[in-house]
C-alpha cells in the first residue's frame, strides 16, 4: 500500500463497516449513501490487498487480517479525536450525555440507587445505564454493549484494559426466618457443616451453571452440597430463599442491604470461602475522555464505601 496516496477517509468507512456490520447502517453512521460506502469498501480491498470482509446472511464478517486492524485502527481513530478535540473543562452541572456500565443486579440494589442521587445533585443532564455482563466473557461487555465501564470479580485482563480495585464482597449464608432446620442457630453464627451440605442451595448464575465457588471450597474439604435451583439475578436467588426451604450463599453487602425487608437471616459459611474483590475496568482508549473520567471518579467512590469492618 502506498501510504502517501491512501485516503485517511478510508479508516473511518473501515471502523464503521467493524462497528455495524452493513454498508447500510455503515452509511447511515457515517452520512454516506449505501453505494458511496461500497465504492469505499472497494477501494480498501484494493488498498490492504484482502477482501477485508464476507457476507454472512445478512451481515458482513470481518476476514481474518480484518480483525487484526479492528482494536488497533479504533483506538487510533480514539487518539486523533481526542488529538483533535478542542481543550474544554468538564463540568458535570452543564453536561449532557450517557454512561453505561455493565454488572450483576448487585449493583442494581448497591450502586444506582445511590448513583442516580449524585447525579440529581451534581449532574441532571447525564444519564447512568445499567446493562447484563456479557455471560462467560465479562471483559467483552466493554466492545458487545458497549459498556462505559464493567463491573466484575478481579480476573486477568488483557493489556487495553485498564482497572481499579474497588471493594472485597465476602460471601454470607442466608435462609428465611422460621426456617425449621435453623432452629436454635444464633444469627451470624457458622451454620454447621453438615446442615449446609443437608439442605438444597438456590445458586446465583446467569449462565445456568450448576457449580460455582462455593462448590469449588467444599470441595476443598471433601464436601459437597446439591444446587436445587439455579437463578440469573441476585435479587431472585434472595425471594427465592424468601420464600421456601432453599439456602444460598450471596454477597455479604447484599444480604445486609435486603434481610430485613425479605425477613432473612445471615450465617457464616462453614468452609473457607476467600471474598471476591471486585474491580472497575474500562477501555484505555477512554482514560482521558472528560465525561467517563468523571463518572469513574464518582461510580468508584460509592463502591469503595462498600469496603466495610467486617465485609
Known sequence: MNFATFDLNLLRVLDALFRDGSTVKA???LGLSQPAVSGAQGRLRHALCDPLFVRQGNRLVPTSHAETLRD??????????ALLAPPQAFDPATAEG???IAGS???AELLMPRLGALLSR???????QLVDLVPQDYVASLEHYPADLALIPDTPLPGWIAHQPLFRSPFVVIARAGHPALDGLEEGSTMPMDTF???????FSPEGNLSAMGDAALARVGRARRVAMTVPVFSGVCRVVAASELIALVPLQLARAVAASLGLRVFTPPMPLPPAQIVGIWHRRADSAPLA???RTQVFALLQELEAPGA
Not at 72 to 81: N, S
Not at 122 to 128: D, M, S
Open 293 to 295: 473520567r468523571w463518572m
Open 72 to 81: 488497533g485502527l479504533a483506538d487510533e481513530l480514539a487518539r486523533i479525536e
Open 98 to 100: 450517557s454512561f453505561r
Open 105 to 107: 443486579d448487585f449493583f
Open 122 to 128: 451534581e449532574a441532571p443532564g447525564l444519564r447512568a
Open 27 to 29: 452509511g447511515a453512521r
Open 197 to 203: 451440605c443437608a439442605l438444597s442451595h438456590v445458586l
